[in-house]
Nanobody, 124 residues
Framework: QVQLMESGGGSVQAGGSLTLSCGGS????????LGWFRQSPGKEREFVAG????????LYADSVKGRFTISRSSDRNSATLQMNNLKTDDTALYFC?????????????????WGRGTQVTVSS
């Protein structure tokens, strides 16, 4: 079974930066799209960014465009989310997910494996 693990969360002041990483425990993640989602208390899980199996296509939520950058390792088994100019609204539990196919999607239903999440807290 594919297991995903996120790391890199933490607390930062507004305007600061954090880098999240997501690693897969099986080599099959290298052929799948990978995505980042986030969820705040009382809110639905929302799409943040996604990347296709070879890194050729990337998707971003409008709220993070120009501030967040998603990438994946050369062996394609892991993904990184570089988050710059963080805002208090970015505070959430961030999840990494592996898609059912080679492409990323903005829909949670397109992903069948999820990590447990890493907390990002941005203070003013």
């Amino acid at each position: 079974q594919v297991q995903l693990m996120e790391s890199g969360g933490g607390s930062v002041q507004a305007g600061g930066s954090l880098t999240l990483s997501c690693g897969g425990s099986r080599r099959t993640t290298s052929n799948n799209g990978l995505g980042w989602f986030r969820q705040s208390p009382g809110k639905e899980r929302e799409f943040v960014a996604g990347i296709s199996w070879n890194g050729g296509n990337k998707l971003y939520a409008d709220s993070v465009k120009g501030r967040f950058t998603i990438s994946r390792s050369s062996d394609r088994n892991s993904a990184t989310l570089q988050m710059n100019n963080l805002k208090t609204d970015d505070t959430a539990l961030y999840f990494c997910a592996a898609a059912r196919s080679a492409v990323a999607s903005t829909s949670t239903s397109a992903y069948n494996y999820w990590g447990r999440g890493t907390q990002v807290t941005v203070s003013s």
